[in-house]
T-cell receptor, first 109, second 116 residues
Framework: EDQVTQSPEALRLQEGESSSLNCSYTVSGLRGLFWYRQDPGKGPEFLFTLYSAGEEKEKERLKATLTKKESFLHITAPKPEDSATYLCAGTDYGQNFVFGPGTRLSVLP | GAVVSQHPSRVICKSGTSVKIECRSLDFQATTMFWYRQFPKKSLMLMATSNEGSKATYEQGVEKDKFLINHASLTLSTLTVTSAHPEDSSFYIC????????????FGPGTRLTVT
């Protein structure tokens, strides 16, 4: 069964304290691995798509990487506005999206 | 680009009534749209996948007669919660992808449904 897990469940960082979020997947025939940011009471905001192992994508303080079994979302020198829930999802053919439970990130000033 | 809107953002209805939620792709044509439900502090649960002009495909355990989905055009899908009950209260979110070879989904802002 396709499955996506994320760790840690919650993470508290001081402003400027870099860290990484993990997404492990068992999606056979993975066609894409996606990262989203979700603020409370809002829909998820698309961040990155990764298609193959070794691929990296960057956006401001965020960098996503992909291996054959997991993906990391690296947050460099985070700011309080980076506080949100970060979701990852995998798909095998584009319609079957399997979401992880998310990591709740809090960045304290 | 790839903006998805939902209307209404919040709705309160009485038990036994029906509620319609609209999902629109504003700057692209969406052949496939998705409807999710999210409980507090939980991840998204896919309810159904709808393709323009055809019947929606519902996930196991989702009552198709209760959650009616219509994808009448390439920019509009609707979810109607029929005979709503308090247990249907939830956060409903739609999404769409921009084409058959683009897998990322773009999400709407969500609709908070409260059934009293």
């Amino acid at each position: 069964e396709d499955q996506v897990t994320q760790s840690p469940e919650a993470l508290r960082l001081q402003e400027g304290e870099s860290s990484s979020l993990n997404c492990s997947y068992t999606v056979s025939g993975l066609r894409g691995l996606f990262w989203y940011r979700q603020d409370p009471g809002k829909g998820p905001e698309f961040l990155f798509t990764l298609y193959s192992a070794g691929e990296e994508k960057e956006k401001e303080r965020l960098k996503a990487t992909l291996t054959k079994k997991e993906s990391f979302l690296h947050i460099t020198a985070p700011k309080p506005e980076d506080s949100a829930t970060y979701l990852c999802a995998g798909t095998d053919y584009g319609q079957n999206f399997v979401f992880g439970p998310g990591t709740r990130l809090s960045v304290l000033p | 680009g790839a903006v998805v809107s939902q209307h209404p953002s919040r709705v309160i209805c009485k038990s036994g009534t029906s509620v319609k939620i609209e999902c629109r792709s504003l700057d692209f044509q969406a052949t496939t749209m998705f409807w999710y439900r999210q409980f507090p502090k939980k991840s998204l649960m896919l309810m159904a996948t709808s393709n323009e002009g055809s019947k929606a495909t519902y996930e196991q355990g989702v009552e198709k007669d209760k959650f009616l989905i219509n994808h009448a055009s390439l920019t509009l899908s609707t979810l109607t919660v029929t005979s709503a009950h308090p247990e249907d209260s939830s956060f409903y979110i739609c999404s769409a992808n921009t084409g058959p070879t683009r897998y990322e989904q773009y999400f709407g802002p969500g609709t908070r449904l409260t059934v009293t």
